[in-house]
């Protein structure tokens, strides 16, 4: 690399030109310095154990939530809060500060805790690459952070040290997290900051609660061989999901870069992979190197090529897959085949990511297609028939590169040829992975064509050639343009893949490594030799930013501020974009010391350096020169206007979650005030994660359930709280939770724009052009020089019109530019599933590289802005039940209304012979609009029992069956008077607008005779199916809702009724011929029940009377002292003689008593 620098011209004038251009360029910062400080902000990962703790710091790998929360907040009585609720935390805290160059830290943060600033954190979480597992949505959560005093000793009597703290939250499906952190507004200018937060699930924690490396041993000393003269390589990994990115190319060692911070941090690792080499005839490597060649990260899984040899790595991700599926160790995959070479895929598709991988050998044009799919690894050989040679009817051929086209499910391969005569040539060949059909899209001309002055030259074969060879190494495609470069010693661009554009300013002596794309317009190109140089999307100039001039001036510039990102001696390991940014990974080497950092390549500063010091004019004066410059840019403003509310189009789900107010009077929190704040934050999401329920609430929100039953006591919360008497000194304000529908726009076009059919983006375009003409006559209009072009990657899919209003007493044109979609290029999907990827270039006319706006964090390009567009349904759309207004209408429509004897507020039960009027609502997640829908829907009953325990699923015969009118096998569950059918007329068509269902359960159907569990009438419950897929065309979306409905009153069958019938009336004639009968026998029965009565109550009575005779009789032979054998028998003889007489005079009363 060349020396940092800048060689200057020794002439006078030169000297005073380059002074004077560096004063021109640099008014920016100089306002800067003047006006405000440099402060940036600074963001660490805690622990809970180390909160508090200067100078600690921690690696985000712990996934699980913690318990200990719930301890807490079972201290808060009188809170608004469920007593009833387990409450969890995440297990990080981001700790927060800010530094300004040339103060203390510590004072800086006193002094603006002092002045009212809180920094405010926004959490934007990364969708998931697995949508079956997952659900697709965009969303934010934004944070105040909260003051917390350190821990360490301090003298003062209010704080020394202090930080500020929040939660670090966790979502399943999502390891990628951004971290925008920003100013309240109060206290001192700090510029936004964005940190990338990842999980890091290749480590794991120690017995001894230290970190270990799952894939290897880390290294601790960056030794100058492993950078110092070795070539850069390029970084691949798939876009906005790997949360690790990885790098090889340090020789002679099986080791890698490892970094989870987007390389503001690192690690050198030394992998733990057997180093061997499985050589045989076929393999035609001669030569062992334990450097690692190629390396690719995806979501969870890391790839590797060492030699001829691939090893994959899948990480600890728990927030990913449904259990712990962590490789351990490296596998080793394709053992017996020989690889040449990984190819990289960028982006995701249909829930998997994707990698290749070509083969030398016995495989010799054939492409092995990596699969991974939640961290499952697979690979399949293509073309599946016969090899690419042969299916392009050639005898030798090679793959150089592949391409993978998620939007067509096709692979591109750029194709090497060897013909008999030993003439080398390439192809560009197109293979359908779904019809297993190869084409030749492309031959690339042998030698490079002669452009002739030109910056651009179309391909056609017509044009004459140069004697240089063409040489392709390699392509890039660009999903969202549909634009692929095939480069080598020469660039070539195309839209379509077949005509092919020649970009002649890249020097045909020079040969490309690799290309670096930001997907969003921009590419980078490195060189064999180490140049950088910059081409933007849409034009065709290809411009140089290192080595050059502006490069030497822009060095120079950070020599003289002492920059600690630039050394005399330098070697580039990497470039890539982060953030739409051009990023260098630089290994310095300073007073012999060597380092690795991350520095942003200034790609505007430089194109201003090279514009102006190419276009200048010196002009004299008088006694002397002047110096002028053209400026080249046709507009002096650029505004954004009319930028309609972003959530709509960008789909972002954001919530507000403010830390708790504590009541001490320097607003410090304590340990407990932030878990408190740590368990509000994971309910909040908790609540959002649970609410995609059948069943629509009340009031389409999620935090409503959440205050429902507290909101009437509010007043008195908040009575506690300025009475200083709340529990644990905490107060939790309700309205500090919530979620957010009305963000603004920010006069920038979103980062991405989603369009459901028919939809369209509406804004406005501000230009003040730089030299107007104004034209004579009655219409006083301005003829502009501006002019503002749009170019759509898929026309057959979207269209712009763009409408020009001539301001002529502004010099300036308005322009209105509306893009909507065509209706008819997508099909019906689940939200956010298989969207199609898509873009608008909005270009003003003459504007590329030429035009820039100064802002505080320095030179801004204009007049190129390349915005995404994904067709489809939108993710956050769903359909609900809207079980509130059915309720109201099939009342209002039966006269009655009927629930169950156990009434489940939850879920509502219908009687089974009123007509059922079904409503439901489609609810937008992102903006809160919730309306009826209005489409038409087919629903099925998928599944039932007569207990929620025993539902069953049936099958797709048994729904054919129990739903089709067509059915006549007497098991129709429901019927409708509606007409209305499918094409094929197996299932009825409804609407909001439809007669209702009318419930049968006839004899074949599950709920037909059902048999009660109790006295109370039988309930069934019915798992239903409706979606408007293939019977809806207002929209993209395949709205599919699956809930369950609960009917009781069903009728029992025909023969049970009437058995039961039977046996009832036989039991009620029984029970009337008893009763006569016991109506007629009862005045016999009454006597003999009084004759018994009488009977038994004189026998009782002369028990008695025996009983006291004979007590009297021992009294009295006691005091005469008779004997008593004599005594006996005289006894003996007097009670028989009384009992005869009783007798006696009982049968004659009983002759003489009269019968009645």
Known sequence: MSPAGPAWPRLRVLQTLWALLVVLLAPWRLWAIKNTQECTWQVVLNNFETVGKKDASDRFVDQEPLYTVDKVFSQLVDAPIDPDETYLGFPYYLKINYSCKGESSEALVRKGHLTGLKPVVLVTFQSPVNFHRWKIEQLQIQMEAAPFRSRERCNAEEVCLMSWYTPMPIKNGSVVMRVDVSSNGLGPFIPNKRFQVNIN????????????????????????????????????????????????????????????????????????????????????????????????????????????????????????????????????????ECIKKLCPVHFHSNGSEYVMALTTGKHEGYVHFGTITDGRVSFELLPRQRSVCNGILVVNCSITWAVFI??????????????????????????????????????IPEFI???????????????????????????????????????????????????????????????????????????????????????????????????????????????????????????????????????????????????????????????MYQQISNDYLLERQGSHLTLSFTNFCPFTVMRLRDLPNPQIYTRQERYRAQPPRVLEPGGFHSDNSLAV?????????????????????????????????????????????????????????????????????????????????????????????????PLHGPSFQL????????????????????????????????????????????????????????????????????????????????????????????????????????????????????????VDPEMPCFLFRDIFYPFFLIQDLVTGDSGSFQGSYVLKVVGGGPTLDTIKEYSEEDIYRFNSPLDKTGSLIWTTRNTTTTEDSAFNILSHNSLGIEWLCMENSPCHDTIPHSIFASEFFFKVLVSNRGVDKSTYCDYQLTFQLRIHGLPLSARRAFLILMVSASLFVGLVILYVISCLLSPYVVKVCNVLCWKINNIIAWESYIYSVASDTGAFSNTSGIKSGESSGGISRVVSKVAGENRTDTKETLRKKPIS
């Not at 039953?709 to 000194?729: E, P, T, V």
């Open 201 to 336: 699930g290749f480590l794991e924690r120690q017995r001894d609660n230290t970190l270990q490396f799952t894939v290897g041993n880390e290294l601790f000393n960056l030794i100058p061989r492993y950078f110092v003269n070795v070539p850069s390589r390029p970084l691949w990994y798939t876009v906005d999901q790997a949360p690790v990115f990885i790098l090889g190319g340090i020789p002679e060692e099986k080791a890698i870069l490892l970094t989870d911070t987007n390389f503001k941090d690192f690690f050198l690792v030394e992998l733990s992979i057997d180093s061997c080499w499985v050589g045989s005839f076929y393999c035609p490597q001669t030569s062992f190197t334990a450097t690692i060649y190629d390396a690719i990260a995806t979501e969870s899984t890391l790839f590797i090529r060492q030699n001829q040899l691939i090893y994959y790595f899948t990480g600890t991700y728990t927030t990913l897959h449904e259990s712990n599926r962590g490789s351990g160790r490296w596998v080793r995959v394709l053992a017996n």
């Open 406 to 443: 998620a939007g067509d499910y096709n692979l591109l391969l750029l194709v090497e040829i060897e013909d008999p005569s030993t003439r080398k040539y390439f192809q560009v060949v197109s293979y359908d992975l779904v019809s297993d059909y190869l084409v030749v899209l492309y031959t």
């Open 449 to 607: 064509p002669d452009a002739r002055g030109l910056e651009f030259l179309m391909v056609l074969g017509t044009e004459s050639y140069t004697n240089f060879p063409m040489v392709p190494k390699g392509m890039s495609y660009n999903p969202y343009n549909n634009l692929l470069f095939i480069w080598g010693n020469f660039l070539l661009q195309s839209y379509n893949s077949k005509n092919f554009i020649y970009l002649a300013d890249f020097p045909k002596e020079l040969s490309i490594k690799y290309l670096v794309n930001s997907f969003y317009g921009d590419t980078a190109i490195v060189t064999e030799t180490e140049e950088i140089w910059y081409l933007l999307e849409g034009s065709y100039q290809v411009y140089k930013l290192f080595p050059s001039k502006g490069w030497e001036v822009h060095v120079s510039l950070q020599v003289m501020q002492q920059s600690s990102l630039y050394a005399p001696n330098e070697t580039m390991v990497t470039l890539f974009y982060e953030d739409h940014r051009l990023y260098q990974l630089v290994y310095l080497i300073d007073n012999q010391q060597g380092r690795l950092v991350k520095r942003l390549v200034p790609v505007e500063q430089l194109l």
């Open 677 to 773: 704040y740590q368990g509000l934050v994971y309910y909040l999401l908790w609540l959002h994660s649970k609410y995609d329920k059948p069943y629509a609430d009340p009031v389409h929100d999620p935090t409503w359930r959440w205050w429902k039953n507290k909101k009437q006591d509010q007043d008195y919360y908040f009575y506690l709280a300025s009475n200083w008497r709340s529990a644990g000194s905490v107060h939790v304000d309700m309205a500090s939770y919530e979620k957010i529908y009305d963000l603004k726009a920010e006069n920038e076009l979103p980062e991405r724009i989603f369009l459901d059919k028919g939809t369209s983006y509406r804004f406005s375009v501000f230009l003040t052009a730089r030299e107007p003409e």
């Open 783 to 902: 003829q502009s020089k501006v002019g503002l072009a749009v170019v759509l990657a898929d026309p057959e899919c979207i269209e712009a019109v763009v409408k020009e209003k001539v301001l002529v007493n502004r010099n300036s044109v308005l322009f209105w530019v509306t893009l909507s979609d065509k209706r008819f290029c997508f099909d019906q999907g689940i939200s956010g599933h298989h969207l199609m990827k898509t873009s608008m270039l909005l270009k003003v006319v003459g504007s590329s590289g030429h035009c820039f706006q100064n802002t505080n964090q320095g030179p801004r390009m204009q007049g190129n802005l390349m915005v995404p567009v994904l067709i489809g349904c939108p993710p956050g759309k769903r359909l609900a039940f809207d079980i509130t207004y059915t309720l109201e209408y099939n009342r209002l429509q039966n006269k009655h209304y009927f629930d169950c004897v156990h």
